[in-house]
Antibody, heavy 126, light 111 residues
Framework: EVQLVESGGGLVKPGGSLRLSCTAS????????MSWVRQVPGKGLEWVGR??????????DFAAPVKGRFSLSRDDSKNTMFLQVNSLKTEDTGVYYC?????????????????WGRGTLVAVSS | EIVLTQSPGTLSLSPGERATLSCRAS???????LAWYQQRLGQPPRLLIY???TRATGIPDRFSGSGSGTDFTLTISRLEPEDFAVYYC????????????FGGGTKVEFK
């Protein structure tokens, strides 16, 4: 069974930093492209960033609002992805979900998110 | 940047009725990269449909997706009590602003 468990959220002041983790099980993590999607409670979904598998280059992409402030890394030996969030703003408040990008057996990516964790809450407030 | 506009914002229906949800894109979207999600209260989103019309694993056949270009539709043929939730469409398209964008959501509520 696929499981994604996020951790590391909390209350932080504007300008502060956090390191979010997403620990995976039930699939071959090293082959997966992983994303973070956030949601202000009661509002819609916003994609934050994605990191590819190392075999596909291991590169990361980010949404414009977080580019330059957020970074992604992964430790395949621990089946864990990390989101480093710096220079936090009040508008970064939300539940941060990690998710997997759907891929078929031929390696084709459908650019949709097929598994999701339950999320970790980041609250930015003075 | 491609903007996805979902309508209506809220759909008030009864169990057994048909629900038709719309997702309109500001520019043409590849059908291969259009997805729909369901989010129940207090839960993470769940993938329902990908590639515009393919049901994800375990999704009942009362859910169907259709459309192309700028107009996409999610249809729930007969609403079950567990289908009352918020539904989001999502597209992928390389852009400066964001690789992935979501629509604002349609809430399907009990009438």
């Amino acid at each position: 069974e696929v499981q994604l468990v996020e951790s590391g959220g909390g209350l932080v002041k504007p300008g502060g930093s956090l390191r979010l983790s997403c620990t995976a099980s039930g699939f071959t993590f090293s082959n997966a492209w992983m994303s973070w999607v956030r949601q202000v409670p009661g509002k819609g979904l916003e994609w934050v960033g994605r990191i590819k598998s190392k075999s596909d280059g291991g590169t990361a992409d980010f949404a414009a609002p977080v580019k330059g402030r957020f970074s992604l890394s992964r430790d395949d030996s621990k089946n864990t992805m990390f989101l480093q969030v710096n220079s936090l703003k009040t508008e970064d408040t939300g539940v941060y979900y990690c998710s997997t990008e759907k891929k078929d057996s031929n390696g084709w990516y459908f650019r949709a998110f097929d598994y999701w964790g339950r999320g970790t809450l980041v609250a930015v407030s003075s | 940047e491609i903007v996805l506009t979902q309508s209506p914002g809220t759909l008030s229906l009864s169990p057994g009725e048909r629900a038709t949800l719309s997702c309109r894109a500001s520019h043409s979207v590849s059908s291969s990269y259009l997805a729909w999600y369901q989010q129940r209260l207090g839960q993470p989103p769940r993938l329902l449909i990908y590639a515009a019309s393919t049901r994800a694993t375990g999704i009942p056949d009362r859910f169907s997706g259709s459309g192309s270009g700028t107009d996409f539709t999610l249809t729930i043929s007969r609403l079950e009590p567990e289908d009352f939730a918020v539904y989001y469409c999502q597209q992928y398209g390389s852009s400066f602003f964001s690789l992935f964008t979501f629509g604002g959501g349609t809430k399907v509520e009990f009438k």
